[in-house]
C-alpha cells in the first residue's frame, strides 16, 4: 500500500500457478477496483481479506498496466 492515506495498491509479487497468474496479473499491476468498488476504499488489511475468501469464490478486478485499464476475473483457490 502506498499513498498519503495507504489507499493505492500496487502488486508486489505474484505466486506461480496462483490465480493471479493464471489469469496474467503481474508485478508492479495497480489494484484499480475490485468487484466494482474503488480500491481506495478499503485498507490493505480489508484487500487481502477479499483474497482470503472461500475457495471457488469469484473475485472481479481492474488493474491499471502502462496506462491501460484490464478487467480481470480470478476464482481463488486454496494455496497452502
Known sequence: AAGPNLTKFTIFDVVPNSPAAKVG???GDDL???NGIPAS???LEEVIAKFQRKEGKKVRIAIERNNVKLKKELVLEQLI
Open 32 to 34: 484499480k477496483t475490485i
Open 25 to 27: 496479473i503481474r508485478r
Open 41 to 43: 476504499f478499503f485498507s
